[in-house]
């Protein structure tokens, strides 16, 4: 598992006074409002930076950190993702989990064979829709509903699937 969340990524500043504008990379931008502190990262680096307002503008998210008052002291964090500790995460309800835990999950089938590993997670409008690589390269898609999804083990690094009929043909 990751110690570190990704929440957004640091499109460009935003006037004179120290602002980013910031593509939210979270299921709830509303979230950044919660927020005190986010990590920058640059290369293997991580810096925290405490925030100081919150704004929103389209989609996207206006961020102020405390003690960057001009335009010069964030240029550089342009094109910089930002990062928060599993700790400052959101909650999770039950059946909930992050992407960055289920990306490189082992997908089992109810029969004990592997069918692939979990490669991507689309988010589409009634439910997520999970990308599973073959080991013929081949792609499956998997709709993350309750029929298809019987077991996720983050600790074991295994999700258990029932295939729908049809969904490898």
Do not use: W
Not at 87 to 102: G, H, P, R, S, T
Not at 130 to 149: D, F, G, S, T, W
């Amino acid at each position: 598992m990751n110690d570190y969340l990704r929440v957004g990524a640091v499109t460009s500043t935003h006037g004179l006074k120290g602002e980013v504008k910031v593509f939210p990379t979270t299921d709830d931008p509303g979230r950044f409002k919660k927020l005190k502190q986010v990590l920058l990262k640059n290369g293997n680096e991580m810096t925290e930076l405490k925030i100081a307002s919150v704004k929103f503008f389209k989609n996207l998210v206006i961020l102020k950190f405390k003690d960057h008052d001009t335009i010069e002291s964030v240029m550089g964090y342009k094109g910089k993702e930002l990062y928060v500790t599993r700790a400052n995460a959101v909650k999770l309800e039950k059946d909930e989990y992050f992407i960055a835990d289920l990306i490189g999950l082992k997908v089992m089938l109810e029969d004990g064979s592997q069918l692939g590993t979990l490669t991507d997670v689309l988010e589409t409008g009634a439910n997520d829709v999970y990308e599973v690589r073959m080991e013929n390269q081949k792609e499956v898609l998997i709709p993350a509903i309750h029929q298809c999804i019987l077991n996720v083990d983050l600790a074991s690094g295994e999700m258990l699937v029932r295939l729908m009929e049809g969904m490898l043909d």
